[in-house]
């Protein structure tokens, strides 16, 4: 808090001068009370987004916001589901005033209402928030894959889009995503075809835009067909790269194996050890509980064994600090290798690899 001080000097003179003009404004035929706009509670007619000027009965959280109507120019306070908003009186006319929605204000189990305060009385108008605080994945028993999204209040999504790219580099691609359920705290959707990374929109028919962080791949190896810059051998088995099913999406990786056999996947270009954080891949399971593969740095420099789990895509994430937990690692990482290792004796064993690559 800043400290204020008085120049002593200067203050008896400015105290009479305010005493005169105290007498002068008691003696017009004006008063404070008549004030235009401060006699009569404040009336709402619109609210409306900032950038496109256009009406919304919604607003996302942290954003601003453009309400119009009547007697605003003696507004105290603006409340959205009883949090105070912010609101600069600057800017705030009798018939306009700006408000930003707190990052805090509570959006869900609410009464939706925002409120106006001024020296006469208050108001209210119908207005709910929006916003995604999360998101979780996960494939059905048919191979979809879904996401959803938590947060609120989503009761009136209408659309939800997977966006790659920016007009500016002339890469935007927006692709719809089939709504599987609604709820005022969850969307769940099933992820278009093709989408490796994207941030995912929600719209609502309230006018409501809310945005999520991003979703997927920081760099893909393997997403219906094996990155360009990459290239796959293997030893002791065989394996196929466009099986329709079982896929996420349109094709994933076939591999047949015999005990301890395995799929190489090789860079052309070396991937720098400390540029991204993870492994990321969907392994399906056909064997018995308990089957394993060994996922492999470097030709076996390093290895993280994950469990298989019989007739279901899973996903794995795996830090690359998982490999290495004692330190060393390598600077650059060369091959990636899934070897078989359920160490059961079987002729053949059959896993299938998709969505792979780093985060």
């Not at 008063?31 to 235009?36: A, L, S």
């Not at 028993?141 to 920016?166: C, M, P, Q, R, Y």
């Not at 769940?188 to 075809?193: G, I, L, Q, S, Y």
């Not at 994933?252 to 996947?265: A, D, K, Y």
């Amino acid at each position: 808090m800043k400290n204020i001080f008085f120049n002593k000097k200067g203050f008896y003179p400015l105290l009479l001068l305010a005493l005169v003009f105290s007498t002068v404004s008691c003696e017009s035929e004006f008063d404070v009370d008549e004030i235009e706009g401060g006699n009569e509670p404040p009336v709402i007619e619109s609210v409306s987004e900032v950038e496109e000027d256009t009406p919304v009965t919604q607003g996302v959280l942290e954003n601003t916001y453009i309400v119009r109507g009547q007697n605003f120019a003696t507004l105290t306070a603006i409340y959205i589901n009883g949090m105070q908003a912010g609101f600069n009186p600057a800017l705030t006319t009798d018939n306009l005033t700006f408000v930003t929605i707190p990052e805090g204000a509570p959006y869900v189990g609410q009464e939706n209402k925002l409120r106006l305060v001024n020296l006469a009385g208050e108001t209210s108008y119908d207005f709910s928030l929006l916003t995604i605080d999360d998101f979780t994945e996960s494939t059905t028993e048919d191979g979809i894959k879904t996401v959803t999204l938590t947060g609120g209040d989503f009761t009136e999504t209408s659309s939800v889009t997977f966006v790659s790219g920016t007009e500016e580099a002339g890469n935007l691609v927006e692709r719809p995503a089939e709504i599987l359920s609604v709820s005022e705290t969850e969307v769940t959707v099933a992820v278009p075809d093709g989408v490796e990374q994207a941030y995912i929109y929600v719209e609502t028919a309230r006018g409501a835009v809310a945005q999520s962080d991003s979703y997927g791949f920081s760099y893909s190896i393997y997403i219906d067909s094996l990155n360009e810059n990459w290239t796959m051998s293997q030893w002791g088995g065989t394996y196929d790269l466009q099986v329709t099913n079982p896929a996420l999406g349109q094709y994933s990786i076939q591999s047949v194996r015999e005990g301890w056999s395995g799929l190489t996947f090789n860079p052309t270009t070396p991937i720098s050890f400390t540029e991204y954080d993870a492994i990321t891949v969907s392994i399906y399971g056909t064997g018995d509980p308990g089957d394993m593969v060994n996922v492999a740095l470097n030709d076996f420099a390093a290895t993280v064994g994950v469990e298989l789990v019989p007739n279901q895509w899973t996903k794995y994430v795996i830090p690359l600090s998982d490999f290495y937990p004692n330190g060393g690692a390598p600077g650059t990482i060369t091959r990636i290798d899934f070897q078989e290792a359920s160490g059961t004796g079987k002729p053949q064993y059959i896993f299938y690899v998709d969505d792979f690559g780093f985060l």
